[in-house]
């Protein structure tokens, strides 16, 4: 028996697989074409941690937790070619796909990355959705991170996938429609339905699983070694709003909230995100509740100035004396908009035990603070003048 885990190269896929392989005996397959590495360089960024090569990733898995059962495989997922011999070689049980072009404003630059983030997402979706019919594979599960993106910004609380719709008395429950703000975003919404139709018409069991912004650096099995740690961006592009904030304070500068800065977005720590994605993909098939479903991997909303006033008061912790300053919004947004988001199944999958906000926090400071002097040299990526996520 194997499992496959798509992405397994980045920021929440790797540490991902650690976990999976800890919780089974089962092989563990790694794929990646190593492509964030090659996107975040291209803007002019870097991790502000360093990224072991795959082969000091799994010889420090393999010294460090004993994990024997994980191996690796280069390709790119919108090589059908490669993809067919994947499967027919690994004949996974179950595929946990997070791979993916993951940043909305890097979707935004212009057309031809807007195409390319469609085009690399929904063909290696589709190509990993199709194998898995062609080759005799379709009772795998199918396990993928989309994103709560795909809900965009109602005024009514957010359901856990599907929408109500009533019409001349009658009601039913619909997928909830495409109301996403970016075309990377748009291209999960299309992910989404198409795994959706694959289950109909393939009858493959497919895990939705909607990811909220994920802030963090540390796992339980990324801590034990520096080979082992997983990358952390805090450039405009690729580096979500708690990591950008975080990289201010650490390099010295004041936490820029754009307006008010009161609407609230949904959060998860990279911990509770690890966690749910190893538990779905070592699940009993006769424990997951229905044969596809939606999960709002999504710990609790919190508004864009409480992180910058938690990550100061966390701060303090650390001996950084960091500021809230509140700058004109260049955005024409909402900055009240008060995000409701339903999560029940997502939190009955992890039993109701989420890291708190000003835990991540702490990680992410004991992680970067040592690494200033990486941050403090692209500060360009992170300063005043760019876009709040």
Known sequence: MSILVTGADGYVGWPTALRI???????????????????????????????????????????????????????????????????QVHEPDTVVHAAAQPSAPYSQINGERANYTQHNNLQATRNLL??????????????????????????????????TMESQGERDEVPFPAMSGSWYHMSKSHDAANMRLAHQQFD?????????????????????????????DFDYYFGTVGHRFCAQAAAGYPVTVYGKGEQRKPFVSLEDAVEGLARLATADPDDRPAAHTVYNQVTRAI??????????????????????????????????????IENDRYDALIDGQAQSFEAGVRDIFETIVPRQDTITAHEDRFLPGVLEE
Do not use: C, Q
């Open 21 to 87: 392989a800890d919780r089974t005996d089962d092989r563990v397959v790694l794929v990646d074409n190593f492509a964030r590495r090659e996107w975040v360089e291209e803007v002019g960024s870097v991790s502000a941690t360093p990224v072991a090569s795959i082969d000091e990733r799994l010889e420090a898995a393999r010294e460090v937790h004993g994990l024997r059962n994980l191996s690796f495989v280069e390709g790119d997922l919108t090589e059908k070619s490669f993809v067919k011999e994947l499967l």
């Open 130 to 163: 199709f194998g898995l019919e062609e080759n005799g594979l379709a009772d795998a599960h199918f396990v993928e991170t989309t994103t709560t993106g795909v809900y965009g910004a109602p005024e009514f609380p957010i359901p856990e996938g599907g929408a």
């Open 204 to 232: 493959i069991p497919t895990s939705d699983v909607r990811t909220a912004i994920v802030y963090g650096t540390e796992t339980e099995e990324t801590r034990a070694d520096d080979r082992l740690k997983t990358r952390f």
């Open 303 to 340: 508004s864009i100035v409480e992180v910058a006033n938690t990550i100061a008061d966390v701060g303090d912790e650390f001996d950084l004396d960091v500021a809230v300053e509140h700058f004109e919004n260049p955005r024409d947004e909402d900055e009240t908009h008060k995000m409701e």
